[in-house]
């Protein structure tokens, strides 16, 4: 079992930052692929950025990218979003997922950190 614990939301102003973290435990992580989704109000929830917790390699949504950046501190077992130049339509619920490196689907899955940022 993986528990994820998402922090870090809040209100901003567009343009400003926000950086997000997940903390994991119950496990090592060396075999899984952490990925950062978010869900805006009426809206499916869409894929953001993952990062390999072995090596780090990193893959992002194509419109993230430039404005997002995750990375992972493997002593604190925690992953991170900075998410800069935000813009209204980033506001939405966001969520931390795991997943082991040889599976497609998500087994693990945070409670979610709301990002709101106005204009």
């Known amino acids: 079992q993986v528990q994820l614990v998402e922090s870090g939301g809040g209100s901003v102003q567009a343009g400003g930052s926000l950086r997000l973290s997940c903390e994991a435990s119950?496990?090592?992580?060396?075999?899984?692929?952490m990925g950062w989704f978010r869900q805006a109000p009426g809206k499916e929830r869409e894929f953001v950025a993952t990062i390999k917790w072995s090596g780090g390699t990193t893959y992002y949504a194509g419109s993230k990218k430039g404005r997002f950046t995750i990375s992972r501190d493997n002593a604190k077992n925690t992953v991170y979003l900075q998410m800069d130049s935000l813009k209204p339509e980033d506001t939405a619920v966001y969520y931390c997922?795991?997943?082991?490196?040889?599976?497609?689907?998500?087994?693990?899955w945070g409670q979610g950190t709301q990002v709101t940022v106005s204009s």
């Open positions: 119950g496990r090592t992580l060396s075999d899984y692929i």
């Open positions: 997922a795991a997943r082991d490196f040889r599976k497609s689907a998500y087994d693990y």
